[in-house]
């Protein structure tokens, strides 16, 4: 569609305001009033700046209508709690709609940064705030901040020698990626640069071991000032977006970054495979690796100041196909340590899972997949159990995060150091509370037993789906049902569901029949809530994860039926049902009618009951 006539004006934008009731008539006129005063006394600073009167006066068209607009924070009808005000990205909504070209919220993950930085320059992008997206069939995508830059997609059009069709992107959405894909782009070209001699002719990159022949080990170090910086920006955006792992996937062409945002992994960038050496050789460095080392898995840690605060960095190597694959896993203190309150939704889940701990002896299990959160409820617990009185001892492998409190022990199997042998070791050193990383084998079983019958507390964990299964792995790992009845106090089950963004959050209605395709039963329709994507989520819809539990207290007939051989989960999921245990798809249900996750979060991480 052609672009509305005319110039991009305050009175363009408070037209909009009014055309949709955001705004009225008075207040236009005032707005307008003091946006002429703010650019009278721009003007008279910059004669007084200029020495006379006749010195510059800054074109009126110059002080820009969305900004001082956007400044005014003025209230957006309708917003939740009326905390939401009218801003740059209601605005971009409001002028795709008047202009009818589209409106589309921009990740920088879905770009390609060599192609932006080769078409356009940084000055040109910076001062006019457009960005070009990527092409559609034969037409280029350029992201504009208002529908009124006819000239500005003429010089683009000109340039890439392809139709140029506007997007409406808010501003603040387009100065960030500006910022970062040049700042990025530069890093990552003069990385390049080092290692192909300045050219992108002449090496063959499409190889990786035709790559690694022309270049020794000692040619790609980790001492070049471009390489810092690239893994700089990447552990900074990895904390800003609260990643938890960030992977490095050497290809046959490319190095694939990806990052791990609520659980899930998204494809961030496709860096040349020319620069993979150099950047793992700088992990490596700062990981007290063996650089030299390429054909065997290694591990290490880095601790990196961020801000205010610190992170431990765990590093994972291995060797793949076309290179070292490196994972860094990402420990944040804020994260591995939370108010158990704010964990459980349910207050009575809470209250059971508070006795479990305030026994004086006994065994506890959390039971989950790997990512389930099983690390942060077992810490957060210790931490709260952890007085000056009593002597807390983990056995971890490896040690998640160090805390003053607790005295840690990492699994060494190379010096004796097992799970199951150490254990024997720790109940010579008086402790009171003990906590094994994983029951993984008969060994560890018998000794986390023994412990608990000779009155100390034992907090474990187990890889099962639910809670009762838990029972059947203990006496597939070889312990006698009456150990398991007499020593077990409890056990928890856990899964981490996404949060909907409080920034996005939006109701639907979910009628009976889509309920009923989704596998659920319902009275009639159903009001809920989801994340129509933003910047502050990345366009997911989700920021954050909520646990959600199925705790099964070891009551006097559950012991029972173990004792008289019935280890059926079934049965000991029906008799804990019976006896008040909410599942874990039950407590995911309660927090999506509680507007806290969406339909799609019960259904892809919790099973049917």
């Excluded at 707005?31 to 703010?38: F, R």
């Excluded at 990786?208 to 893994?231: F, G, M, R, W």
């Excluded at 005295?407 to 402790?431: E, H, W």
Aim: aromatic residues 6%.
């Amino acid at each position: 569609m052609s672009q509305p006539p005319g110039k991009f004006t305050l009175e363009y934008l408070l037209n909009l305001l009014l055309s949709v009731g955001l705004l009225g008539q008075k207040q236009a006129a005032s707005i307008t009033t003091d946006y002429q005063m703010s650019l009278e006394a721009a003007s008279k600073r910059s004669r007084n700046k200029g020495g006379s009167a006749g010195g510059p006066v800054p074109d009126p068209a110059a002080a820009d209508p969305l900004d001082f607009l956007i400044s005014l924070n003025l209230p957006l009808v309708g917003s939740q709690n009326g905390k939401r005000t009218v801003d740059d990205e209601v605005l971009a909504h409001l002028m795709a709609k008047q202009s009818g070209l589209p409106y589309r919220r921009v990740e920088q993950r879905e770009l390609n940064i060599e192609f932006i930085t080769t078409l356009l320059p940084q000055s040109f992008a910076q001062r006019h705030l457009i960005l070009p997206l990527g092409y559609e069939g034969q037409n280029l995508q350029v992201g504009v901040r208002h529908p009124f830059c006819q000239n500005v997609l003429d010089d683009v059009r000109r340039v890439s020698s392809h139709p140029a069709v506007p997007v409406i992107v808010s501003q603040s959405n387009l100065k960030k990626l500006i910022g970062d894909i040049y700042a990025f782009g530069s890093t990552v070209r003069g990385a390049t640069g080092l290692y192909t001699g300045g050219s992108r002719l002449g090496l063959d990159v499409s190889n990786l071991e035709q790559y690694v022949k022309l270049k020794s080990a000692s040619e790609i170090t980790d001492d070049d000032q471009h390489i810092k910086n690239l893994i700089d920006l990447l552990f900074a955006e990895a904390f800003d977006g609260h990643v938890s792992d960030i992977h490095l996937e050497p290809k046959r062409e490319h190095l694939l970054v990806r990052m791990r945002f609520d659980g899930v992994l998204h494809e961030m960038y496709r860096l040349p495979a020319v620069i993979h050496p150099a950047i793992v050789s700088r992990i490596k460095t700062i990981s007290r690796l063996d650089i030299a080392e390429r054909r065997r898995p290694q591990d290490g840690r880095i601790k990196i100041a961020h801000r205010d605060s610190e992170a431990e960095v765990r590093v994972s190597t291995v060797p793949v196909a076309f290179g070292e694959k490196v994972v860094m896993r990402i420990l944040d203190p804020e994260a591995l340590f939370l108010d158990l309150q704010t964990m459980f939704h349910n207050n009575e889940d809470y209250s059971k899972w508070l006795e479990f701990t305030q026994h004086p002896h006994g065994i506890i299990l959390v039971t989950g997949p790997t990512g389930s959160g099983k690390t942060t409820t077992l810490y957060s617990s210790l931490r709260q159990i952890a007085t000056p009185e009593v002597n807390v001892t983990t056995v971890e492998d490896p040690i998640e995060m160090i805390h003053e409190q607790f005295n840690q022990i990492a699994v060494q199997p190379k010096v004796g150091i097992t799970f199951g042998s150490i254990i024997r070791t720790i109940l010579r050193q008086d402790p009171d509370i003990i906590m094994v990383g994983e029951m993984r084998d008969k060994e560890t079983a018998e000794n986390a037993v023994q412990a608990a019958l000779t009155g100390h507390l034992v907090l474990s964990t187990l890889h099962t789906n639910d809670a009762p299964s838990a029972v059947i792995r203990l006496v597939e790992l070889g312990l006698e049902p009456f150990l398991v009845s007499s020593t077990v106090v409890g056990i928890m089950a856990q899964r981490l569901v996404r949060r909907i963004c409080p920034n996005c959050i939006d109701e639907f209605v979910l009628t009976a029949r889509m309920a009923l395709d989704l596998g659920f039963i319902t009275q009639g329709d159903l009001t809920l809530k989801h994340g129509r994507g933003c910047e502050a989520c990345r366009n997911t819809g989700y920021k954050g994860r909520l646990a959600t539990v199925e705790v099964m207290p070891f009551s006097d007939s559950m012991k029972e039926m173990i004792l008289q051989g019935d280890h059926n989960a079934l049965s000991l999921k029906a008799l804990a049902r019976s006896e008040g245990m909410t599942t874990l798809r039950e407590n995911a249900l309660d927090l999506m009618l509680a507007g806290l996750t969406t339909i799609q979060e019960v259904l892809r991480v919790t099973s049917a009951d």
